[in-house]
């Protein structure tokens, strides 16, 4: 029986060949390696959760590069990197990447969130009508992860939103039958003067995305939101009693400017803290380990240091 590849495949390069070869001769390695994953025990009132579902919809650039995570050994490599230090809680991803975190044993003690909906493929003139492509809510809890996460974009010009919204407010019921949160991501969006889908990041436009968000199921008792860090963030927070979890999206800012945002966001009664991807992921210095340590800061306050004469 095929074991995870486990500890030397985070300290050393990721080895495509092995993942590829132990997929195509053992699938079942998979569901043997969610049945035996360490759940994460720890509280869930601070989180940092690194978000990893972006390919998946073809959104592949990071600042001024089209292609940035079109490797999956790169980012295989990024993501063991974030996912090494303790104080990151969780991962959010679609099956695939999480089932390669997975392979190589790096979900254990570790909240996983599954994916759901990347139909909405990212410049398609169909991008509005973001069907339920990835995770299904059964499919979450017979792994034995701990939600699952929905993009629902709100555009008032495209008659695809009302799927979606019924999609999620399905996803929302279904998940919630089983204790499981549903982490829903809201846009009000619309069509630029290109043609393409933008999702307007003002704090009225926000609000109202959530509010829709937060209406849909027939309970909020297991609803997450996730939302951009917008101006008048604390207003934008005022709005809703959900926990809710703060976005970082492609990292256009100097970084300084974008941690001071999302420290101040963070300070608001339902904010819980943070999922982010490309900017721990593809930080402008190329440093993870310090990008993800100073956004671990922001949410967990400063890491121990060891007593004097404790260093080794």
Known sequence: MSEPLGGDAVRHPIDLTELTRLRCTDPGAVDRAWAARRPHTGGRERLLVVAADHPARGALGVRSDP???????????????????????????SADVLEDLLLLGLLDDKLVFGSMNRGGLQGAGF??????????????????????????????????????????????????AHD??????PFWSEFGA???????????ATIRSMQVAAGLGSTSAYTWLKVPVVPQMHRVLESTTLPTLL????????????????????????????????????????????????AAGLVHGPADKPAAGDES
């Open 67 to 93: 292609m940035a995570m079109a490797s999956r050994a790169d980012l295989l490599r990024r993501l063991a990197t974030a996912l090494a230090n303790p104080r990151v809680d969780g991962v959010l991803g």
């Open 127 to 176: 991008e509005f009508d973001d069907r339920f492509t990835g995770y299904t809510a059964e499919r979450i809890v017979a792994a034995g992860l701990d939600g699952g996460k929905t993009l629902t974009r709100v555009c008032l010009q495209d008659a695809g939103t009302v799927a979606t919204l019924e999609a999620t407010a399905r996803a929302v019921d279904a998940l919630a």
């Open 180 to 185: 499981r949160i549903t982490m829903i991501e």
């Open 194 to 204: 290109d043609g393409r889908a933008r999702n307007i990041l003002t704090a009225d």
């Open 247 to 294: 976005l970082g999206g492609d990292p256009a800012t100097a970084p300084e400017t974008t941690y001071a945002s999302w420290a101040g966001a963070l300070t608001a009664p339902s904010a819980i803290g943070l999922v982010i991807g490309r900017a721990l992921l593809y930080p402008g210095d190329d440093d993870v380990a310090a990008a993800v340590e100073t």
